[in-house]
């Protein structure tokens, strides 16, 4: 199925806003998932040890999303098939 957008608009728009806040999630809980299902099967204190550093990979997108507000993003438009 190909989804028509109405204008280049919205394209625009879907492109530059939403896609990468759907893929930015995306990513985000699929290295979530692979944290919890490549978690060690030790003692205690290995555990905590992997999720510290394991925690630290998680900060970047903290890290990302607080700084998105601050920071200049180019503007320039892009779609595809332009």
């Known amino acids: 199925m ?30 979530v998932y692979n944290i919890a ?10 555990i905590k040890k992997y999720h510290a550093a394991e925690g630290k990979r998680l900060q970047a997108y903290e890290i990302f999303e607080s700084d998105k507000g601050d920071s200049q993003v180019p503007t320039f438009n892009f779609a595809p098939g332009l």
């Open 37 to 46: 299902a490549n978690k060690p099967v030790t003692s205690k204190k290995a």
């Open 2 to 31: 190909k989804y028509k957008f109405g204008s280049k608009v919205k394209e625009i728009f879907f492109f530059r806003e939403i896609k990468p806040k759907f893929a930015a999630k995306l990513m985000y809980y699929n290295d």
